[in-house]
C-alpha cells in the first residue's frame, strides 16, 4: 500500500528509513519550544477555525513556560530520556487532537511518525499549511529528520511497519479502530497509548442556573455551546448528556431558560444547519421516544433532546452528535455515582464548589470520570489525558543506585 507523504516530500521514504538513526533530543529542547511558539503565533490568527485558535492559546509561550517548570521540578536530579519514535494514529473527527500528542511527544524529545486520515478536511489542510512551511525552515533541520508525516488507506501491512519500528505507539479513534490496531505487533520494548470511544456529560446545579442574571446565564450558554456544537459534538469531551440537579419545579424552569438562550446563541453563530443531521437527529429522538425510559423528546432546529427518568448504557449508544442531548434529574448528587461507567470521560458542571467535587469524585468506583471541569474548559487539552500523563508516557527514567 503506497503512503502519501506530506512531510517530508520527495524523500519521505529515505527519511523514514533512516529515523532511527537520529539521536533523539533532550526533554523541552530550545529548538523545540521555538518551533512551538512559531506554529502558535500562526494558530492564533485562524480567526475561521476557533478550534485552532483554542490550539494555539495551549501552545503559547506562557503555558509551555509553566509546563517545562513543572517538568524541571518533577524531574529534579532524574535522568529522564525521550523514548525514541512514536507513531501517532490521528482520527478523522477531531482535527486538531494530533496536533497535542505530537507537541508533547516533541517537548518529550521524540522522533515522530504521524499518520493523519485521508479524508479531506479544510481545517486539517490549514494545520498542515501551517506545519509544513514552517518546518522547512532551516532553524527546524533537527525536526525536519525527525519527523514525518503521511497518510495512507487503511492497511494493515503499513500500520505494522511503522509499528515495527515505534517505541510507542498512539491510537486516537473509535472502540473499532483502537481494537484493529492492537491486533498489530509492536516491538517487545515498545509501549501503547489508546484513546477509545468515550462519553461525556454536564452536570448543572439548577438553583445556582436559576439565580443568574441573564447576562451570566447567556455567557454559561455560551460556553456550553462551545464544550458541545464544535468538533459537531463527535470530541470525546463534548457533553451528551445533561444532569440536573435539583427539584423538578427549579430544574424545569432551569430548563426552559437555558434552552431558550440556547437557540438564541446558536442563530447568534450562525451555525449551518445541515438537513442530513436534522433528520438523523429527528429519527434518533423518535427511536429512542419509544423506550420506557424516555419521558419526552423535543427536536429544534438547534438541538434535539430527549428527557429520561434513568440512562442505560445501551441509551448512551444510540447518539449521533450535531447537537443531540440526553437529559436526566437527579434529587441529590450522589445519585448521579450510579449512572457513571467505564467509558465516562469528562464531567463539565456549573454552580458546585470544589469540596463537593472532591467529595462526589471520592465516591465514584466506575472507571470512568478522567476529568471534572467548568462548562467552557470540556475541550481544553491538558498534559494528563483520559488519566494518562503525556510527558510521562513519552518518556523514560535511567535509574542510577
Known amino acids: 500500500m503506497s503512503k502519501r507523504f506530506f512531510f517530508p516530500f520527495e524523500q519521505g521514504e529515505e527519511t523514514l528509513h533512516r529515523l532511527s538513526d537520529r539521536a533523539p533530543l533532550i526533554p523541552f529542547h530550545q529548538v523545540v519550544l521555538d518551533f512551538v511558539q512559531a506554529l502558535s503565533h500562526r494558530f492564533v490568527r485562524m480567526r475561521q477555525y476557533p478550534e485552532i485558535v483554542a490550539l494555539g492559546f495551549w501552545m503559547r509561550k506562557a503555558n509551555m513556560t509553566t509546563m517545562r517548570q513543572q517538568w524541571e521540578q518533577d524531574t529534579a536530579g532524574r535522568i529522564m530520556k525521550a523514548r525514541g519514535s512514536v507513531f501517532h494514529i490521528a482520527p478523522s473527527n477531531v482535527d486538531t487532537i494530533f496536533i497535542y500528542s505530537w507537541m508533547l511527544s516533541l517537548l518529550a524529545g521524540n522522533r515522530n511518525i504521524i499518520r493523519l486520515s485521508s479524508k479531506e478536511q479544510p481545517q486539517q489542510h490549514a494545520l498542515l499549511q501551517a506545519i509544513l512551511e514552517e518546518l522547512v525552515h532551516p532553524s527546524y533541520q533537527k525536526l525536519a529528520e525527525r519527523n514525518v508525516i503521511l497518510t495512507y488507506e487503511h492497511n494493515d501491512h503499513t500500520t505494522a ?4 519500528i515505534c517505541h ?9 479502530t483502537v481494537n484493529a490496531v492492537r ?24 438553583d445556582a442556573c436559576n439565580e443568574l442574571e441573564q447576562a ?7 460556553q456550553f455551546y462551545n464544550d458541545a456544537y464544535w468538533f459537531n459534538q463527535l470530541a470525546c469531551s463534548s457533553p451528551r448528556l445533561i444532569v440536573w440537579h435539583g427539584e423538578p419545579e427549579q430544574v424545569g424552569w432551569a430548563q426552559s431558560r437555558f434552552w431558550q438562550i440556547l437557540e438564541q446563541v446558536h442563530a447568534d453563530k450562525a451555525a449551518e444547519v445541515l438537513p442530513a443531521l436534522q433528520v438523523q437527529k429527528l429519527t434518533t429522538g423518535l427511536w429512542l421516544s419509544a423506550e420506557q425510559e424516555a419521558i419526552r423528546v423535543n427536536n429544534r432546529p438547534a438541538y434535539a433532546r430527549v428527557m429520561l427518568n434513568h440512562i442505560t448504557a445501551e441509551i448512551r449508544e444510540r447518539h449521533c452528535g450535531g447537537g443531540f442531548f440526553l437529559e436526566t434529574i437527579v434529587n441529590e448528587l ?16 456549573f454552580g458546585y464548589d470544589r469540596d463537593e467535587l472532591l467529595e462526589f469524585a471520592t465516591h465514584i468506583q466506575a472507571r470512568g470520570i478522567d476529568r471534572i471541569v467548568p462548562i467552557g474548559k470540556a475541550l481544553d487539552f491538558q ?4 488519566g ?3 510527558l510521562r508516557s513519552f518518556t523514560r527514567e535511567i535509574v542510577i543506585i
Do not use: C, H
Open 161 to 164: 511497519e511503522l509499528s515495527g
Open 383 to 386: 498534559e494528563v489525558w483520559d
Open 216 to 222: 451570566a446565564l447567556i455567557q454559561l450558554v455560551q
Open 334 to 349: 450522589s445519585d448521579l455515582v450510579s449512572m457513571l461507567n467505564d467509558k465516562d470521560q469528562t464531567l463539565s458542571y
Open 183 to 206: 491486533r498489530i505487533p509492536l516491538l517487545p520494548v515498545a509501549s501503547e497509548l489508546v484513546f477509545p470511544d468515550r462519553f461525556s456529560l454536564s452536570l448543572i446545579k439548577a
Open 168 to 176: 510507542v505507539r498512539v491510537v486516537w479513534g473509535g472502540d473499532e
Open 388 to 390: 494518562q500523563s503525556f
